[in-house]
């Protein structure tokens, strides 16, 4: 596996799956990994120009052999993290700290259909943020109050108005007035990107994001996250957003939420999962949007009890792993195992 960290020379936008034709759309952040990926093919093709008519058709070529492992911020020396859903900030708190919520079995009948709820002690709420390494290996240990990082340390936006014009008559269109809001990243922040399949330059300039604005490049680092003990209760982090065949829940995942994959036996028994999110892309050989895909997001918490496995395969099938039941290709679904 090799490494390289990607710093923007200008603004940043990376689309979702919503059409902003009209009215303001807003750059997604963390990019998708599949943004990345294309960022890679786009290098090696670069550097390999003979297979370019085969990518642009759709054909096999050396370059969609490019895996991603994974996608990151980073700040000065440090790998970020999305906030995990099972972290609240307090209403109260003036400062930037997070605290974890209780899981908590449930005792009635209900509606909900795990065995455990995430409750918090207090008022409180998710906000967007990221943590730093050395917090995140303490929240994968179970560690309570944890310090993060706003959107704000990492990003400022800048708001551009646009209107669409028909390039046939060279004239405006009427009522096709929207804004977009870019991304302009703090001097110390930047994007690694953890691939394999390919032989790549260690620097040089790459396009980067919807509008192709430069990023130069250079040879990045792996970092070993270790994967903390734990008894029989663990969960599973997504660092990337996870496409999963049965939405929210993987096919790994049965009746009764048991989960059953290489040799492991588990039991789902609480959940912290964000809303939806959905990627596309951009189909080259066809010319047109790739399919809708719907994504659980980054940052989405899954709790188990361990039933048969022990800690070693655990972590040989889920600690660092790529889970994506599609586009894992691209870096989707990327995991982290925690203690619960």
Known sequence: MKALEFKPLDTVYFRSGKDISFGTGRSLFPPPPSVLRGVLRGIFLSENPRFIEAARRGEEEPSLKIKIKGVFVKRGASLLFPLPLDLYHPKESQEQVLKRYILQERKS????????????????????????????????????????????????????????????????????????????????????VWYEGAELPGEGIAKLGADGKPAKFKEGEIEDIPMPRFNRRFKIYLATPAIFKNGWLPSWIGKDYLLEKDGIRARLIAAAVGRPQFFSGWDMSKNEPKRNYRAVPAGSVYYFELLEGSPSLLERVFHGKIISEERAEEGFGLSFVGRA
């Not at 455990?116 to 309570?144: I, N, Q």
């Not at 959107?151 to 936006?157: H, L, S, V």
Request: charged residues 30%; aromatic residues 16%; proline residues 4%.
């Open 109 to 192: 009948p209900s509606s909900y259909p795990l065995s455990h709820f995430l409750l918090s002690e207090e008022e409180g709420e998710v906000p967007w943020g990221f943590l730093e390494v050395g917090a995140f290996r303490k929240y994968l240990d179970g560690e309570g109050t944890l310090r993060f990082i706003g959107n704000e340390e990492i990003f400022w936006e800048e708001e551009k108005i646009g209107i669409r014009r028909d390039f046939s008559t060279r004239t405006v269109e009427e009522s096709a007035l929207f804004s977009q809001v870019f991304l302009r990243l703090r001097e110390n922040v930047k994007f690694l």
